[in-house]
C-alpha cells in the first residue's frame, strides 16, 4: 500500500528546522556589527554575510509564521473550533492564565518600547558586542564609504588623479574595468574588502588630525572627550556647534546631539573636523 503524506507531520518539522535556524540567524545578528562596519570590512561568519544574515533571519521568519497559521487554522482548524464552541458554552475556565499571560505580554512590550531594565540591559548588551568590531578594524572615513566611486574617492577625499587610482589598484593585481565603479562592486569581483582597497589607493601620510577614539564608535563619545583627542577646548566645538544652530554640553554625545537633531552623528563630527582642520 503506498503510504500516505502526513501534513501534519511535514508542517511540524518545518516549524522545528525553522525555530532552530531562526534561534541561530538571531543570535548572529544580535552581536553583528553594525553595516558601516560589516560592510567596510567584509565580515562574515560561517561564510555569510551580514546581509545573507538578514536575508536568512527574514525568509524563515515568515516560513515560521505562514507555516504556524497554517497548522492552528488549517490542519487543526476542527480542534480550534470544537475548543472555542465548547468554551463559549462553559465558560472560560483558565481566566487566571489569561490575565497573567497578557500582563507580561504587556510589560514586555512596554518595557522594550520605553528601553527600560531588564529589557535596555539586553540591547546595550547586543550594542556593546556589536561596537567591538569597530575596535578590531580600521575604520571608513565616513559611513559607507563602500558605496562610492573610485573617481569619487580619489577626487574628494584622496585628492588623486582618477587614472593614478587605477593604475595603483592594477599595480596590485586588483581586477577593475573603470573608475566609475563604486568600491563595493570592486571588492565584490575581487573577493576582498572596501577596506583593503582604501588602504590601497590611500597615500601613507599621517593624519593632521588625531584619529584615535574618533573614527572608531565616535558616536558613543561625549564632546569632552573629542576635545581632549583634538587637543582642544570643549567650549571651543560647542561654539561652533552653536553656529549651525546645533545647542550641545560638553557631557553630551555625539550620537545624542545627532538623535536630537534627526541627522546622522557624522554629520555632527564632519562640523566637529572642518573647523578642527581650519584652525591648524
Not at 82 to 100: D, F, P, Q
Not at 120 to 139: K, P, R
Amino acid at each position: 500500500m503506498k503510504k500516505r503524506f502526513h501534513y501534519r507531520s511535514f508542517v511540524s518539522f518545518i516549524l522545528f528546522f525553522s525555530l532552530f535556524w531562526l534561534l541561530i540567524s538571531g543570535t548572529v545578528l544580535f552581536i553583528a556589527p553594525p553595516g558601516r562596519v560589516a560592510h567596510w570590512q567584509l565580515w562574515k561568519f560561517m561564510g555569510f554575510d551580514k546581509e545573507q544574515w538578514q536575508a536568512q533571519h527574514d525568509i524563515f521568519s515568515y516560513i515560521f509564521v505562514i507555516l504556524a497559521i497554517w497548522h492552528l487554522f488549517w490542519l487543526n482548524w476542527k480542534k480550534m473550533w470544537s475548543y472555542v464552541k465548547i468554551r463559549s458554552v462553559k465558560g472560560l475556565r483558565k481566566r487566571n492564565e489569561l490575565i497573567a499571560s497578557s500582563v507580561i505580554i504587556l510589560f514586555i512590550f512596554l518595557g522594550t518600547m520605553y528601553d527600560i531594565p531588564p529589557f535596555s540591559s539586553f540591547m546595550d548588551l547586543g550594542e556593546t558586542a556589536s561596537n567591538i568590531w569597530e575596535q578590531t578594524g580600521e575604520q571608513a572615513p565616513i559611513p559607507h564609504m563602500e558605496n562610492l566611486t573610485v573617481n569619487e574617492i580619489a577626487r574628494e577625499y584622496l585628492k588623486i588623479d582618477s587614472v593614478a587610482a587605477l593604475e595603483k589598484l592594477r599595480s596590485e593585481r586588483i581586477t577593475i574595468k573603470k573608475t566609475s565603479l563604486t568600491l563595493k562592486e570592486i571588492a565584490s569581483d575581487n573577493d576582498i574588502a572596501p577596506a583593503d582597497l582604501y588602504a590601497i589607493l590611500k597615500p601613507h601620510e599621517k593624519s593632521t588630525i588625531p584619529q584615535t577614539g574618533l573614527q572608531r564608535g565616535f558616536g558613543r563619545l561625549t564632546i569632552e572627550q573629542i576635545a581632549t583627542s583634538l587637543e582642544t577646548p570643549p567650549e571651543k566645538i560647542i561654539a561652533k556647534l552653536k553656529e549651525n544652530g546645533i545647542e550641545a554640553s560638553a557631557s553630551e554625545t555625539v550620537k545624542d546631539i545627532a538623535e536630537d537633531r534627526g541627522v546622522h552623528p557624522s554629520e555632527i563630527m564632519g562640523l566637529i573636523r572642518d573647523d578642527h582642520e581650519k584652525s591648524l
